[in-house]
Structures are given as C-alpha cells and as structure tokens.
C-alpha cells in the first residue's frame, strides 16, 4: 500500500517530537507533506523553530515546516513551561536550526494541500491545539470533505483531565478550535489521555530509547528523562506519558489501539468545565457517533516499535 500523505500540525513539546520522528523513521507507511506550528506548550516562535530542531535531529531538513497561528481563536494563549521546560525542549542539547522557517501560512499550506490533492487522501495529525485546523475549516470549507481523517491528541474520558480537574491541555487551549473540529462531519480518531497515560516510558524503554547510542536515541531519551518529573510528581507513575506518538503509531500500527466509536463533545461555555470532551463511551445519550475514542494501547508492541523505528535514523 502506498504510504499515507500526512500533514503533522504540532506544538513541539518533548512528546511532539517523539510524535514526528516517529513518522519520519517510516517512509514506507506515512509520507510527511509539512509540518505546521501551532502556539500551545510554548509560544508559536518556539514551536516552530522546535519542529524544525527535531528535523534536523531526523536528518530531514527537506521536509517544509510552516508557521501558524499564535493565539487561540478567541482567547488568550496558556502555556506549559511547567511540563516541557523553558524552551519547549528542554532536556538533551540541542542546536539552534539551519533549515527555514517556510514563508507561507500554515493554514494556507493546510488549505492549498488539501485542494491540491484528490479527496480522500490527506490526513491531518493534530498534535497541539486545534486552532491551525480550525482555522483551514472555517476559512476553506470546501477543505472539509476532502479529508481523509484527522488522527488527533487530545481529551479524555475516564482521566478527565490534565491542565485542569476536567480538561486535557491541547482541547483546553482552545475549544472553540477543536468545537469546529468536532463538529466537522470527519472521520476523526482521538487518543485522549485514557490511552496516552498507558504509553508509560519506564524505565526500561527509556534505557531501550537511550541504548541505541545514536544521536536520536540518547536525544529522545533525555527528552523523556527531563518530562517524566512531572508526571511522576503529579500521578506517581512509573515514568513520562508519550502522549502524542500514540497518533504517528495509530497510522503505522492502528492493530495496537482499541476504542469505540462514540459522540464526543466540547464544552466550550462552562467556566468550571471549559475544554471538557463529553465523550458519551456508554452510549447513553442518542447522540450521534462523530470520533472513535480511543481507550486502550498494546504499550509493548508501542514501545516495539517506537524503538525499532527511531533505530532506523
Ligand atoms: C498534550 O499536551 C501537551 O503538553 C502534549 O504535547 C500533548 O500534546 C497532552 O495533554
Ligand atoms: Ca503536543
């Protein structure tokens, strides 16, 4: 099967980056167009000279790198320094980028590969807050059924939440984005934190990651060394969660997930509640299915084959 055309939109963010190698380590299942930059973790400037530092580290400065939105669509922007780090990137060290920042939009790059290609053979990775998407949507409606599917991060059902009691950071940034989304009538799979917090490095797939002894390995490790404070901190876990390689690994491996196909929506009035997904996995309110939720990861066969893939760079 020919590889599947994807555009990455991302804010990277440690896991971003795992995320993205993950797809560049595998040309013979994803074909990256682009890469777009969305403010989230850090600001935009960040993002998107982070996104281009992880190419360089793949050794694939050909692929283009675009720079998007720097504000969510109709709020201020919240950050988590707190999780990633300064920069974004904290943890190993990296040099600044050579490669350019692309001139164009992100969300004209979006827009124009969208229509540039036949229906049905883009799929979009939204790796951060669904502004950038969002944004295409709105502005290109014709866009909307040309899309494959959107194989996203963000929500959460049974963990509820991450940057607030109810809210997932990427869906809590901006609602109104991924509100837009959710309601766009594509074909959407979701891995909310219900699946990403079984994507544990411990400590033994952290030594596998670093065990490589190549640049990508020992990076990735020390990625994963400087996140998993955090988490181990807050939730006591056994080490970081991957949460966004969960969507690259989806479009290599989908086998390795299980979910239900359900209705998910996005709160987007309620102070107390604001970035909630209302995800209705018992099916009890009639609504109609619009997202497989997923809910369940093969962690091992993940860390297979994150390993085996970053190996290969
Ligand atoms: C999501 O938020 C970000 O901090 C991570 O990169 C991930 O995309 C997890 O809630
Ligand atoms: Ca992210």
Redesign the pocket.
């Known amino acids: 099967m020919a590889p599947r055309k994807i555009i990455i939109d991302t804010?990277p963010?440690q896991?971003?980056a795992v995320a993205i190698l993950l797809a560049l380590a595998s040309p013979e299942d994803v074909d990256v167009l682009g890469i777009t930059a969305v403010a989230?973790?850090v600001p935009l400037e960040l993002t998107a000279k982070n996104a281009r530092i992880v190419c360089e580290l793949a050794g694939k400065t050909d692929v283009p790198v675009f720079a998007g939105c720097d504000r969510p669509l109709g709020r201020d922007l919240v950050t988590?320094e707190h999780?990633?780090g300064k920069t974004g990137l904290d943890g190993p060290s990296l040099s600044d980028p050579q490669m350019p920042l692309q001139e164009q939009h992100a969300v004209d790059f979006i827009i124009e590969t969208v229509r540039a290609h036949d229906t049905g053979t883009i799929t979009l990775c939204p790796?951060?807050p669904l502004t950038n998407v969002a944004t295409a949507f709105q502005r290109a409606p014709d866009i909307v059924e040309k899309v494959q599917q959107i194989v996203l991060?963000g929500g959460a059902y049974f963990e509820v939440g991450?940057i607030t009691p109810t809210a997932?950071?990427?869906i809590y940034v901006d609602p109104e984005a991924a509100d837009i989304v959710f309601k766009s009538d594509v074909d959407i799979v979701v891995m909310p934190?219900d699946v990403?917090h079984k994507a544990l490095v411990t400590k033994p797939r952290n030594d596998a990651f670093r065990a490589l002894g190549t640049p990508v390995g020992v990076a990735v490790a020390e990625m994963t060394d400087f996140f998993e404070r955090f988490d181990k901190e807050k939730y006591g876990s056994a080490g970081a969660p991957l949460?966004?390689p969960c969507v690259t690994a989806y479009l290599i491996r989908p086998d390795l997930f299980t979910g239900r196909h359900v209705n998910v929506e996005v709160e987007t009035s309620s102070d107390l509640t604001m970035g909630m997904t209302v995800a209705d996995w018992w099916r009890v309110t009639g609504r109609p299915a619009n997202a497989m939720f997923m809910g369940d990861v093969d962690a091992d066969g993940f860390f297979g084959l994150l390993t085996e893939r970053l190996a290969r760079l």
């Open positions: 804010d963010g896991d971003d989230g973790n988590a999780v990633h790796l951060g991060m991450n997932e950071f990427n934190l990403t949460h966004d």
